[in-house]
DNA sequence: TAAAACTACGCAATCGTTCTCGAAATTTTT
DNA sequence: AAAAATTTCGAGAACGATTGCGTAGTTTTA
C-alpha cells in the first residue's frame, strides 16, 4: 500500500524535531525564516500533503459537513448541492451527502451515521415522513451545529434558509385569480412539512384577499410526494369531479407536477386545468402541457446554509442569536387567461 | 464543545484495560464472554460510538470514498449518485462527491484535495475538458484505487464501467434508418470523451451497415456539452441548411437534446426534425416536441462502479486482472415513421 | 556587567483507537 | 502431578499531527 510523506520523515531527514517542522509548516514565529525554507523546500521536494485524518484527530475537527435531504436526483436538491459545494469547497470544508428518501428510518440511520463525530455540521432538509425530531435535538443539544434549509422544524432554534413559501404561494394563487380562475385547487406534500404549512396558508390568505371562500376538498396533501403514481392518479380524479369545477391547479412540487400532467395527458384533459408548479426544473419551458412555475433560488439557498453553518462551526462562541433567512421565488406566468 | 464518549471512559468505569475494551467491542476471542457482555451494556449505555477518525488514523483507511464527475445536476449523473450512495452506504463507505463542472483545472484540484490521503479510492468520469491524464495516473500509480465510470479513459488499467455507447448508438441510429431517414444528423460532446468516440463509430456502423454513406458535415460535436445556447443555436442552423436535407438527429446528452428542442421550437421547426437523444430525464414523455430516448442503466452504473472499487480498496493482493463493464441501453421510440 | 527578555528549537503529552507481546490463571494433556 | 496448551487480560507502542513547556544561546535593558 501507498504511504504518503509525513512530517516524522522531513525531521529525520533533515536532523530537526518534528515539533520543528509542524511550526515550520504552519509558520509559526517561533522557527528562523532560514528553518522554514530549508524544510519548505524539502516537503514540496518529497510532496508532502498533511494527513487530514492525523489533524482531525488532534484538533477534533473533520473539516468535513453533512448533508441530509430526500433525495439528490431532483433539480431542488442538486441546486441546492451545487451551492453549498461551492461555499464549503472555497471554505476548506468537504461535503457528504446522504439521502432519506424521504423514510424517517433512513433519516435517523444516516444522522447517526454523519454525527459520529465526522462531521463538524450538518443540514438538514427534513424528509416528509418525519414527524419525530428526537434525533436532530438531541444531537444539537449536545453540541453539535445543524442547519435547516427548506423544509425546516420550529422545535428547533437554529439557523434556517427556506423561500419565502408563503408569499410565493400567495402571488402565484393571486395570480391564477387575477387571470380568472375561481376554483383552484393545490396539490401539496405531506401535511406536517413546513413547506406545506407555509404554502398552504399562501394559497389560503389568497383567497381570502379576493374573497373566495376555502374549500377544503380543493386541497390534497400527497404523502408520497408525488412517487407513487396511483395517489396522484386518485387525487388528479377526485379534483375533476364536475361539482368541484376545478379549473387551475397550484402544486408544490416538480415531482407532483409532472406526475399530475402525465394523469392528464393521459386522460386526454391536459387543457382542461392551468397549472402553476413550484419548479426547479431545466426544461420546464419544453413540457406539455404548459406550466407557469415559481422558480426557487436553490443554488443560493446551498449556499447561504453552507455559509450559516460554517460560520457556527467556527464561532468562538456559543451562538445565542439566530436568523431564519427567507428567499423570494420567482413567478413565471406561461399560462392563458380564463375566457369570461 | 460536546465530547463523545471513549473507550477510556469505558474502561475506566469498568475498571478494565483499553484493549480488552478494544477487543469486547470488535467481537475478539481473546475476552471472555461475560465481560464482552458487561462493556458492551456500559457502552450501549453512555451511547458509545467509535470514533471513525481515530480508526482512520490507525488503520490508515477512512472508509470514504471520493466521487468525481462534472455535474450533480444532470439526472443522469444524480442517478449514478444514487446507485453509488446505496452500495457505498451497504458497505460502510461515505461518499465524497465533486463537481468539476468539466473544467479541466477543477478536476486537477478536485482529485488532489481528494487524494491527500483522506479517501480510499476514487470514482470518476472525466471532464469533457481534459484531454491530460497525469493527474489520475499519477495517483494510481502511487496505490490509490480508480474506477472509471461512463467518461472512461484508455490510458490507464483499471475497472471501468460504461454504457455500451456503440450498440446503443448503432441501435437508434439503425431505428431511424428503418423508420426511412436517410439524412440523420449527430449532434454530440466534446470529441476526445470515450462515449463521443463510441458513439460516434456506432451511427457510422448503423450507416455503412445500411448502405448510406457518412457525412461528415452531419456530426457536431458541441464542446461545451449543450451549456452554451449559441453553441448549439449555430450548430442547428448550420444543420438545417436545405442542401443537408437533415430529417433526424441523433443526439448524445439530455443537455444537448433540450438546448436543441428549445432552438427548434423557437424557429417554428419542432416537426422537422426527428430526434432520438441519450437521455435519463425522468420527464422526458412531456416534452414537446416528441423525443425517442436511449436510457442508460446509470443507477446501476453507480453500484456497480461502487462494487468495484470497494474490491479494490478491500483486496488484500494487488489487483492485475481489470474488467470493463458494459452495460446495455434501453431505446425507447416515440417518433413517427417517415413518410414515404 | 549582571539581569532580563527574546529567539529558536527539542521533549513529551495528547487525540482515540488498534494491535503486538507478555504473562497470570485456568484447563488439558501426558 | 508435572508439563503443555489455552484462555483472558493488561501494558505500551504505534498512527501523524499539534502544542505547552523547558532551555540553551543570543540580544536587549538597566
Redesign the pocket.
Known sequence: MY???????I?EAL????????????DS????????RVVREYARKIN????P???S????RSNSIGVLLSDVASSFFSQVINGIESIAYEKGYHVIITQSHDSYEREVTNIGHLASRSVDGILMSMSSQTTNYDHVIGLHNRGLPVVFFDRIINEMETFKVTTDNFKSAFEATELLIKKGYRNIGHLTNAAQLSITIERLNGYKAALETHHIPYREQLVKCCNHGGRDHEEIEGVINELLADELKTDALLITSDRISTAAMRILNHLGKADSLTIIGFSNSDVIDLLSPKISFIRQNAFEMGQIAAGMLIKLIESKYPVYEFETKLLDGELHWRGQSKIK
Do not use: D, F, P
Open positions: 504511504r504518503a510523506a509525513t512530517i516524522k520523515q525531521a536532523s530537526v524535531s518534528i515539533s520543528t517542522v509542524s511550526r515550520a509548516l504552519s514565529h517561533e522557527v528562523s525564516a532560514e528553518t522554514k508532502y500533503h498533511s494527513n485524518i492525523a489533524v484527530l488532534k484538533k477534533g
